[in-house]
């Protein structure tokens, strides 16, 4: 039997409010734009406002990417979404976006693989396409990051405020600054449609690993405490994300490339023959290291890291609707996904489109 195909039918992306750029991180930890440019790529990022959450992000950016397939909502037979920032702890946010969207009872699954879940997102859609469960799939990934940023006055972000917080506030947020630097809020939205075509998933590698999990996790927040959300939590800053950067920065720059190897080998596919390299941007100096390392031209490794930081399971949807809108990435061409997140998550896949 061939083997059914997917494709890209419509893109979506959407990032709330305003740019916070680093000169306005500058106003509420110790840190500069330099450290911040030079050490990741980043220049600004955005954040959700408080009472928005990664659903509601997510019907914005679904809202552009069904415009831009030229259907409705009432079209999609199946919701996957992904973010490591819910709602709520339960249930997940497929279906409130399901909801929002005016099309509940559609089936709605959540993922959540962080920064990798664009990969686990497409080996679901090709499941879903293969066994006929669905034809037209709606994939989001959002992330309300601001919920976990490690200060108070949201205020003093604000240049039009003209305050800084206070030392002793700024002091005690430094614990956190290598982490708070890198994440933005935002959501990107792919439709997928079963095809004949020889499009969609075209080969993958994908990994787990929990023994790492500690490099990137929420202490607070679990089912192992009783309660689970005690009242010294929130003196603990239990709901802020525990980072170890350094020990990823290797993960990430040793497992992609070697990764990526594997699966140009398993398919007999030489680097030149791929198109682009669409990457998770946790990083630019990873992204570059990455590139480097595989022989990769710049221009078929494409960034927005410094517009929007790292929106985990939103970034790759995003960075892919900016390069369909851009008319970069054609019909038929062979595209390399690399990601990596929390859990430790990582692997690369073959994607055609
Ligand atoms: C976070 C990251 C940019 C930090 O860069 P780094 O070079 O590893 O920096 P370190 O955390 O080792 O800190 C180096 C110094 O800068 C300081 N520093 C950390 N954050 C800072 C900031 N925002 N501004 C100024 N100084 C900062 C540290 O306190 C440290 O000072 P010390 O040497 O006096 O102790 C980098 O480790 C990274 O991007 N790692 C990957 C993270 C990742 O991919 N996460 C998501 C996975 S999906």
């Not at 992000?57 to 819910?86: N, Q, W």
């Not at 205020?155 to 430094?174: F, M, Q, W």
Request: proline share 5%; charged share 25%; with cysteine.
């Amino acid at each position: 039997m061939a083997k059914i195909g997917f494709e890209i039918i419509g893109t979506g992306h959407y990032v709330p409010g305003e740019p916070v750029t680093n000169h306005d991180l500058a106003r509420v930890m110790n840190t500069s734009d330099e450290w911040i440019y030079q050490r990741s790529g980043i220049r600004q990022r955005h954040y959700a406002p408080d009472g928005v959450g990664p659903s509601d992000l997510a019907y914005e950016a679904a809202k552009r990417a069904l415009e831009s397939a030229g259907l409705t909502a009432k079209d999609i037979d199946y919701i996957v979404f992904a973010t490591m920032t819910p709602d709520y702890v339960f249930p997940g946010s497929g279906a409130l976006l399901g909801a929002k969207l005016g099309i509940a009872g559609t089936p709605a699954l959540d993922l959540r693989q962080q920064c990798a879940a664009m990969l686990f997102g497409l080996q679901m859609v090709d499941g879903l396409v293969q066994t006929g469960a669905a034809k037209t799939i709606l994939f989001v990934g959002a992330e309300a990051h601001a919920g976990f940023m490690p200060w108070k006055d949201w205020g003093a972000l604000d240049p039009k405020n003209g305050r800084e917080a206070s030392i002793e506030d700024k002091t005690k947020v430094d614990k956190h600054r290598n982490l708070a630097i890198l994440f933005g809020d935002g959501a990107g939205a792919l439709v997928f449609r079963a095809t004949d075509r020889d499009a969609g998933l075209r080969g993958m590698k994908l990994h787990s690993d929990g023994r790492s999990a500690e490099l990137l996790y929420v202490p607070g927040g679990g089912f192992r405490a009783r309660p689970y959300w005690r009242e010294d939590s929130h003196e603990e800053e239990a709901h802020i994300p525990r980072m170890d950067g350094r020990e990823l920065f290797r993960f990430a720059v040793t497992k992609l490339p070697a990764t990526a190897r594997e699966l140009c080998e398993e398919h007999k596919v030489g680097i030149d023959e791929i198109d682009w390299f669409l990457a998770h941007q946790a990083n630019r100096r990873i992204n570059e290291y990455i590139r480097d390392q595989l022989g990769v031209p710049p221009e078929k490794l494409p960034s927005n890291i410094d517009r929007f930081g790292n929106t985990s399971a939103g970034t790759l949807p995003i960075l892919i609707d900016e390069q369909m809108r851009a008319g970069n990435l054609k019909r038929g061409q062979l595209s390399m996904i690399l990601a990596l997140g929390a859990g430790i998550h990582w692997g690369c896949a073959f994607l055609r489109f």
